[in-house]
């Protein structure tokens, strides 16, 4: 009976076992006017901490994250932005730490933002939280794949030579 309730009340196996993840994804971030922007693109992550978010609407950006440092490459723009910081969301960690909160949904505490996770069909299918403006912020997966072989090489950031680079 314990095993039983222990597996209620944790992630889906799936989640546990996650080596990578790739999915495209609907962002929409509301301010407190509830003003929207909404943008979509594709998200690929490994463990043990990198991602890369390809955003291809409404403009065109790259967004490589390491466990050291965050680089945007604005295409629009022709410039990236390097940046070190000290702590980052991982997001594999994020779906792995998640606890049940309720029948449907998970949530689990980073770096004092809450965040909202849930699953459809096994797969991570929402994430929801505050960002640091305290806009609303949900991001939408679909055509998830899991614990696909990625090179690691996708996660160093491309920057053409014509590019200008502006390191904060």
Do not use: C, H
């Not at 055509?143 to 590019?163: A, D, H, R, T, V």
């Amino acid at each position: 009976m314990k095993l039983f309730y222990l597996l209620l009340i944790s992630l889906p196996l799936i989640a546990l076992e996650l080596k990578t993840f790739q999915a495209n994804f609907k962002q929409t971030i509301t301010d407190e006017n509830n003003k929207t922007v909404v943008y979509e693109g594709t998200l690929l992550a490994k463990t043990p901490s990198s991602a890369k978010w390809i955003y291809t609407k409404p403009i065109s950006k790259d967004v490589y994250v390491d466990e050291y440092q965050i680089t945007v490459v604005e295409k629009d723009l022709e410039q990236a932005i390097i940046k070190d910081i000290d702590s980052t969301v991982d997001f594999i960690k994020l779906l792995q730490k998640a606890k049940r909160s309720n029948s449907n949904s998970y949530s689990t505490k980073i770096e004092n933002k809450i965040y909202t996770l849930k699953y459809k069909n096994e797969l991570p299918y929402t994430v929801e939280y505050k960002d640091f403006l305290e806009n609303r912020v949900k991001i939408t997966f679909i055509n998830q794949i899991m614990n696909k072989e990625m090179n690691s090489s996708i996660f160093k950031p491309i920057i053409p030579l014509e590019y200008d680079v502006i390191v904060d």
